[in-house]
């Protein structure tokens, strides 16, 4: 924290070179955010692209009072559901490249993580976009319930609501449908 604090000091006192340090760290964490919430690489790298652009003309207003890593997440995402608001954006499917994500060498272990990502990814997809969101902002991002309403700027019991709700619809599905996710059948 005290380092991206020196980082932010520097920007704003006409270090354009230190902005750099902030991207090298956020960069790959917020790609795979809208990766997932725009569900195409090339819209998600272009909208990370400019959310960059956000944060760096809005540095000065990062108060100090919560964590740099909430505040730089909400300007992203709050950028991109303005976009999103703008373009109607469509949500598209696309597979992950699951090469990245398997780093085990038994061809039978290697196909059933890749069909469990999968079939997770297909769970997260047929959520609404706010209940989608919140899951991912949870167990991907590892953000906190507090972190998450504040991200995105709603009450605390809305943001559990949701992450609720999404979960049920994530668990009626494999009830119905079947598929991997026992744990998430029983109700964990």
């Not at 909400?74 to 398997?102: G, L, P, T, W």
């Not at 902002?137 to 992450?163: F, H």
Request: aromatic letters at 10%.
């Amino acid at each position: 924290m005290e380092e991206e604090l020196q980082w932010i000091r520097e920007v704003l006192s006409g270090n354009k070179q230190a902005y750099a340090h902030i991207i090298n760290k956020y960069k790959n964490r917020l790609y795979a955010t809208i990766l997932r919430m725009t569900r195409n690489p090339q819209n998600a790298h272009d909208l990370v692209q400019e959310a960059f652009i956000k944060v760096y003309q809005q540095l000065n207003k990062y108060d100090q009072k919560g964590s740099f890593s909430s505040w730089i997440y909400r300007v992203a995402i709050n950028h991109c559901m303005d976009e999103f608001r703008k373009k109607s954006y469509k949500m598209k499917q696309v597979e992950i490249n699951e090469e990245k994500i398997v780093n085990t060498n038994h061809p039978e272990v290697v196909f059933l993580k890749k069909e469990k990502s999968r079939q997770l990814e297909r769970l997260i997809a047929t959520l609404p976009e706010d209940e989608r969101m919140i899951i991912l902002l949870r167990y991907v991002n590892e953000l906190s319930y507090n972190e998450i309403s504040e991200l995105i700027e709603i009450p605390l019991s809305d943001v559990r609501n949701k992450l609720h709700r999404a979960k049920k619809k994530m668990r009626d599905t494999v009830k119905r449908e079947g598929g991997y996710f026992y744990e998430l059948s029983k109700g964990r």
